[in-house]
């Protein structure tokens, strides 16, 4: 928690010195959201102990999980050079799971399942390219996202959930890309919208692995 306090006053730092440098038509805050949609497929084997003579016998796990969500933040834009700017800001994104589905090699070995819900906090970091100078343009985003690692709740039914925490690192690292349009409304405002995909890279080893988001962010800026 104090490491997700502290890259947000840093970003917020950031973002009012760019402004105070910076403020001569070439700096933007945005507000944005976007609803999310999430999917996971994987398969992935683990090393069970067996019988009382000590044997370990591999599991394959395969699983299907899906999610929907929204994220809602705050980013700041600088034109370093004409249609080219770079971004970044603070978005909370929320996520809730549809029942998963898992199959094994071995029906003897149980599984908890269920729906899962969490929050958690991420930083983009994107390089930005406008096609051109007319009022709507097509808009190109790529970079990543850090992602902080949350605490997520799994619903193990009777309306009860227990807290588990995800992913083994404290911040992970997410391609990003996106591509979509930004119309100038007036001088200072302007309207972006761009389907956008991030990929969660693999946190271990697997046989087959594919997890990605889809979003479809909505930003409005107000340009200084």
């Known amino acids: 928690m104090k490491t997700v306090v502290g890259v947000v006053i840093a970003v917020i730092m950031v973002l009012l010195s760019a402004y105070s440098g910076f403020a001569q038509g070439k700096f933007s805050l945005s507000v944005s959201g976007a609803p999310t949609y999430s999917y996971l497929k994987a398969k992935q084997t683990f090393l069970l102990p067996g019988n009382s003579n000590g044997n370990i016998i591999p599991v394959d796990v395969s699983s299907r999980i899906t999610g929907r ?17 770079v971004s970044t800001g603070v978005w909370m994104s929320y996520t809730r ?21 969490g929050r958690n906090v991420q930083v983009p970091v994107l390089v930005n390219f406008q096609s051109s100078t007319r009022r709507l343009s097509p808009y190109f985003s790529a970079g990543a996202l850090l992602s902080f690692r949350s605490t997520n709740y799994l619903n193990i039914g009777n309306d009860q959930e227990i807290r588990i925490k995800t992913g083994k690192h404290a911040v992970t690292v997410v391609p990003t890309v996106g591509v979509g349009a930004i119309y100038r409304m007036s001088n200072h405002l302007s309207l972006a919208v761009q389907p956008t995909f991030n990929y969660y890279l693999p946190q271990g080893t697997y046989s087959s692995y594919f997890s990605g988001r889809a979003s479809l962010q909505t930003q409005v800026f107000y340009t200084f």
């Open 97 to 117: 799971t549809d029942m998963p589905s898992v199959e094994t090699n071995t029906p003897s070995v149980d599984f908890i399942v269920g729906q899962t819900r």
């Open 69 to 85: 969500g929204y994220t809602v933040g705050v980013m700041g834009k600088y034109e370093f050079v004409p249609r080219w700017s």
